[in-house]
């Protein structure tokens, strides 16, 4: 029987292990290589069934207005392609979010929060969709979507949509988030950017993290740079952090991790963390908790 509603939800952040840009395309789009690594700390999102068609988000998120939201933006596409697919529409949603990331934190939480949307609205609706044809439904959203519906901690290249699973070390990272929300297009715009890192292959970063405890020391983040000279909140948390071992940005900003081999280590740190900022720790997860839901039907509450 069709599930009504799938609570409690998990929509996990992301972190760039590295980020290099070793390009730009004739669009005007960078080429990218990165590490995306999920961890246990996030956004969660609760759906129900509505009785009519619409797609509701049920909770205020300051500064996105609904229907600019990428949750109702990738959930419309998904009914859309479901009408295409069956001839009809299915049954709308209410969303409600707990929102625990910030916007502008380089941690991927809007788009994880749509791949969330995407995975569950999928099983709700029992639309049928593998999980290629969900990610691509989601990439013209964003090129982070499709990571998190990919499911594991991914190698990725071109704009970010090109995806092969590698191995990432079990440790533990404790994420600083230094106040200010870092938008991207001021990064990628910056005539300071770096855009022509040598390529590196997925062989070189497994071989650098073989028989390691933590994922430190592999390539750096090139967008760090512009970053600290338009932000100062980053710089002084990178410097702080890097006090304790290989800090530095994921993504675009403004959020820094470091990662720790346990969760003792992890937690020594977070203790000392200066009152100013907000700071979490997270394990390093290797699937995406919803990963099943792509194979199996949902039970109803």
Known sequence: MRATRLHDCPAPAK???????????????????????MVDHGD??????????RIV????????????????????????????????????????????????????GGSSDAATALMVANALWEAGLSRE?????????GADIPFFIFGQTAFAEGVGEALQPVQAPDCWYVVIEPGV?????????????TRDTKPVRIADFSRHTMNRTDSTGFGRNDLQA?????????????????????????????????????EMDADTVLQQVPGIWTAWKAKALMHHPLNTVLQVSAVIE
């Open 15 to 37: 972190l760039n292990l590295f980020l290099h840009v070793n390009g730009r395309r004739a669009d005007g789009y960078h080429l990218l290589q990165t590490v995306f690594q």
């Open 44 to 53: 969660v999102l609760h759906f129900d069934l509505r009785a009519d068609e």
């Open 57 to 108: 988000r049920t909770t205020d998120v300051p500064g996105v207005p609904e229907q600019g939201d990428l949750i109702v933006r990738a959930l419309l596409l998904l009914q859309a392609a479901y009408a295409r697919r069956h001839g009809h529409l299915p049954p709308g949603i209410d969303v409600a979010i707990d929102k625990r990331l910030p916007m502008g934190g380089g941690l991927g």
């Open 133 to 141: 044809e969900l990610m691509a439904l989601a990439l013209p959203l």
């Open 181 to 193: 929300a870092v938008p991207t297009a001021a990064i990628f715009c910056s005539e300071h950017l």
């Open 226 to 262: 512009v970053a600290v000279s338009l932000f100062p909140p980053v710089a002084q948390a990178i410097d702080w952090l890097s006090a304790h071992g290989d800090a530095r940005m994921t993504g675009s900003g403004a959020c820094v991790f470091c990662a720790f081999s346990s």
